[in-house]
């Protein structure tokens, strides 16, 4: 890319990918972070990202003017300010956008970002698991043709684990943040789906969570954040992921899981969360893939089933009708102690979700959903959660004195 030939209208997006991909974490001429580019609906942040990178080559060329220079530092502001609008954005905009044009922008994203990795390939590499894990379990199945997912019943139980106590060993040890209660950096607690920071779109979340990484977080020479990409996530709430040592429920799930990744040549999970679905609410979760721009490519994606109660587990393939409406082609009650176990590839091939079942037919469940996942250093993560309450800050603002 060269300041003064590449178009700075014309975002060049796999460019910044390829970057990210090669392990670049900021942009070496003006030192901002490199930008998760191509999410749904960061189009003006990706423009305002790519012009400032196009303007900071420029100002490095020999040749460059003192308006290069300022021009650069113009653009840098500016991409500066379009990330606090979209933090901004994220917590006050409600309902913006209708859930089919997010569903569709995903997948369109998660198209652009799984191209260039070479999906097919890194699909190809989880089959060896996959396979391994059908040979280790008689019961073990594919719940659908032609896809890298497997189902093993009762595997907690098999690898001696108790599904229902770790669920209410959980409940009952840990604190729970409710409302706009404070989070503590790096604390063992659940966050309630009513919490400000798990809003998504201004609307609560009908489960609660708990974060987990393998490392320390925030302490140690160089400490590091695991870092998951989804929809909606907010920046605050990455203060409420914890190391699992801190937690000995998970860390009991971690080791014999480490023990049969290792077993079948997967790569280790670094990243755990924790599902709790309470029996007395309509809770769930809708059909979705989890999002890549995260993912290892070659890693899998295990979730393990938690809790006293059997839920609905549902697996989406094709595209929704219409009206926006989705129609499992498998559905099937996942008993506690059940793994769903299924490569990246399968991941983003499918849809997968927890339906909203009728309160009064269902208790109490949870998940323990393991990734491997993308690393950020403690600064980045900080300065990403000033900008984001800068920007709240300023959209309170404007909502005091309107006009
Ligand atoms: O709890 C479950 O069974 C599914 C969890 C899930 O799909 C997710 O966290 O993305």
Not at 164 to 181: A, M, T
Request: hydrophobic share 35%.
């Amino acid at each position: 890319m060269r300041g003064k030939t590449a178009r700075r209208d014309k975002p060049q997006l796999w460019a910044i990918q390829q970057l990210r991909d090669a392990g670049l974490t900021v942009c070496p001429f003006s030192s901002m972070p490199l930008a998760d580019v191509g999410k749904p609906g960061r189009e003006e942040v990706d423009a305002a990202f790519w012009a400032m990178l196009v303007d900071a080559v420029g100002a490095h060329e020999s040749g460059a003017t003192a308006a290069d220079r300022e021009r650069a530092s113009d653009s840098h502001a500016a991409y500066v300010k379009s990330l606090e609008a979209e933090a901004a954005h994220a917590d006050v905009e409600p309902q913006a956008v209708d859930r089919r044009t997010c569903a569709q922008m995903d997948q369109d994203q998660s198209r652009r970002i799984l191209e260039p990795l070479d999906l097919k390939h890194s699909d190809e590499m989880g089959i060896q698991p996959i396979n391994d894990l059908l040979e280790l379990y008689s019961d073990a199945y594919r719940p659908l043709d032609g896809h890298n997912i497997v189902v093993v019943p009762k595997l907690m139980q098999k690898l001696d684990m108790d599904p229902v106590k770790v669920q209410q060993d959980l409940i009952d040890k840990y604190p729970i943040r409710k409302g706009s209660e404070s989070i503590e950096r790096g604390g063992v607690q659940w966050v309630a789906g009513n919490h400000k920071s798990l809003h998504y779109r201004g609307n609560e979340l009908a489960r609660e969570k708990m974060w987990f990484q393998r490392e320390e977080t925030w302490t140690g020479p160089a400490p590091k954040i695991n870092y998951y990409y989804y929809t909606g996530v907010q920046w605050a709430v990455v203060n409420a992921q914890s190391c699992w040592s801190k937690c000995a429920e998970v860390q009991g799930v971690m080791d014999k899981m480490d023990a049969l990744y290792e077993r079948i040549n997967a790569p280790s999970a670094n990243h755990v969360i924790v599902t709790r679905y309470r029996g007395e609410v309509k809770s769930g979760i809708g059909p979705h893939f989890d999002k890549p721009q995260s993912i290892a490519p070659n890693s899998l994606i295990t979730i393990l089933k938690t809790g006293p109660t059997g839920r609905t587990f549902n697996l989406y393939q094709g595209e929704p009708s219409s009206n926006g409406s989705e129609t499992p082609t498998w559905s099937r009650v996942l008993n506690p102690g059940d793994a769903l176990i299924m490569t990246l590839g399968a991941n983003c091939a499918t849809k997968h979700g927890v339906p909203i079942d009728d309160p009064a037919q269902c208790g109490d469940a949870g998940s323990l959903c393991l990734r491997t996942v993308s690393e950020k250093t403690c600064e980045e993560v900080e300065r990403h959660q000033a900008a984001s309450e800068r920007a709240k800050q300023r959209a309170r603002d404007r909502r005091r004195t309107p006009g």
